[in-house]
C-alpha cells in the first residue's frame, strides 16, 4: 500500500552548514588527499556486490571514485585510476539445512555474471567522461594474492581477540569455504574447525572438507572480517617496495565512524598493525529515502520496496533506459561538484533532492 502523504514543502534552498569533515576540508580536500599517499600511482578501491541492477547509492559511490581520479590526475604529481571489488562471494541463495544456515554464493549460482554487464556499462560511461582508467577484481582474484594467506594465518592467530570484536552474537570467525562439489557453504561457520595452517568445513551433502590457507582464492568472508583483510592487503601493498602504487578507497557513509573505529581501526591495532598505514577512506553521502534511512537495494531486490519512488532511483537499468548517457553526465557532474566543493560533501542527500535534479514522475 502506498501512503498519501502532504507534499514536502521546502523553499528551495540547499543549504550546507559546516561541521567536521566539512569545516576542516571546506575549501580543497583534493589537494590534501594528493598529498597524503606515499607513491605516485593511485588505485581508487570501490567495491558491489552484483545481486541486483546498482542503485542510486552505487551510482553516487561509483562517481566519486571517478572524479576524485579525475581531479587527482590534474594534479602533476599523481597518477588515478579505478578498481572494482567485485563482491560475487555475497548470497544469491540462503536455506536451512539441520537447523544451519547455509548460502549459495553468487558466482557459483551464476547471478553474478547477470548483473555485472550493467556495472561495465556504468564504469566504462564513466572512463569516457574522465578518461579514468579502471579494472574489475573479482574475489577469487583478490584472494589470489600472495599476501592472503599471511593475512589469514595472523587473522586466526588472534581468533579469540577478534571473533568477539567481529561477530558479537555468536563470537565466530566467519571465514567461509563452499563446497567444492556443490558450492553450499556454512554462512555462520558454525562447523568450522580452524587449525593454524588449514580450515575443515562441513557439507550437509558431501562431509567434511580441508582447505588450506595457501589455497586462499577458495576463502569468504562475512562483511566486517573482508572490511579488514581488504584494508591489511591494501597497507601490505602499500609497504611492498616492488609496488608502484598505493590504495585510496571510496564506500558509503553507512560505513563510517562507529562501524570503522570497533571492526576495523580497532582490530587492526589489536592484533598489531599500524592504523596509521592502512589507506584513506573517502566516504560517499548517503541517499536517503523519505524517513531519513539509507536507500537499500537489498530491501529493493529482496521485498520490492519503494514502489512510491520512480524506478530510475532504485535501478541503474531503469536509469538508463530513462536517461541515456547524459543522465550518467548529469549525475557525475553534480558528484563532482561536491568533490570540487567540499563543503557539499560530507552530508547525507534524499532521494526528493535527485527527484528534483531528475525529475518526479
Same mark, same amino acid.
Given at each position: 500500500m502506498i501512503y498519501k502523504m502532504n507534499t514536502i514543502k521546502h523553499d528551495g534552498l540547499v543549504l550546507y552548514p559546516l561541521g567536521g569533515a566539512s569545516y576542516v576540508y571546506e575549501q580543497d580536500l583534493v589537494g590534501y588527499l594528493a598529498s597524503r599517499p606515499p607513491r605516485k600511482n593511485i588505485k581508487i578501491s570501490i567495491g558491489a556486490q552484483p545481486n541486483g541492477s546498482p542503485h542510486l547509492g552505487t551510482l553516487v559511490v561509483f562517481s566519486l571514485a571517478f572524479a576524485l581520479a579525475e581531479l587527482l590526475n590534474r594534479q602533476k604529481s599523481r597518477s588515478a585510476n579505478v578498481t572494482l571489488e567485485v563482491i560475487d562471494t555475497a548470497p544469491a541463495k540462503e536455506l536451512v539445512i539441520e537447523g544451519l544456515r547455509y548460502q549459495i554464493n553468487l558466482r557459483d549460482s551464476g547471478q553474478a555474471d547477470i548483473f555485472l554487464a550493467q556495472y561495465d556499462q556504468l564504469l566504462n560511461t564513466l572512463k569516457k567522461l574522465t578518461g579514468v582508467g579502471f579494472t574489475l577484481r573479482r574475489q577469487s582474484e583478490f584472494n589470489s594474492q600472495l599476501t592472503i594467506p599471511i593475512i589469514l594465518k595472523k587473522v586466526v592467530e588472534n581468533e579469540t581477540v577478534l571473533a568477539p570484536l567481529l561477530d558479537p552474537k555468536k563470537k565466530k570467525l566467519k571465514i567461509r569455504v563452499p563446497c567444492p562439489n556443490c558450492g553450499l557453504t556454512d554462512k555462520d561457520a558454525e562447523k568450522n574447525i580452524i587449525f593454524r595452517n588449514c580450515i575443515v568445513s562441513y557439507c550437509p551433502k558431501h562431509? #567434511?572438507?580441508?582447505? $588450506? $590457507? #595457501? %589455497?586462499?582464492? =577458495?576463502?569468504? $568472508? %562475512?562483511?566486517? +572480517?573482508?572490511? +579488514?583483510? =581488504?584494508? +591489511?592487503s591494501y597497507s601490505a601493498d602499500s609497504a611492498d617496495p616492488k609496488r608502484d602504487f598505493c590504495w585510496l578507497r571510496v564506500t558509503g557513509m553507512d560505513y563510517a565512524g562507529f562501524y570503522q573505529e570497533e571492526l576495523l581501526y580497532r582490530t587492526v591495532s589489536l592484533i598489531g598493525y599500524r592504523v596509521d598505514k592502512l589507506p584513506i577512506i573517502l566516504y560517499a553521502p548517503l541517499i536517503v529515502d523519505w524517513s531519513g534511512a539509507k536507500l537499500s537495494k537489498s530491501l529493493y531486490v529482496k521485498r520490492g520496496a519503494y514502489k512510491y519512488l520512480p524506478a530510475y532511483l532504485v535501478s541503474y537499468e531503469h536509469f538508463y533506459e530513462r536517461f541515456g548517457e547524459k543522465g550518467i553526465a548529469k549525475l557525475y557532474n553534480e558528484v563532482k561538484s561536491w568533490v570540487e566543493n567540499p563543503y557539499k560533501l560530507f552530508r547525507a542527500y534524499s532521494v526528493y533532492y535527485f527527484m528534483e535534479v531528475f525529475g518526479y514522475d
Open positions: 562431509g #567434511k572438507f580441508k582447505t $588450506y $590457507y #595457501k %589455497n586462499s582464492s =577458495r576463502f569468504e $568472508y %562475512n562483511t566486517p +572480517l573482508r572490511n +579488514l583483510i =581488504r584494508a +591489511l
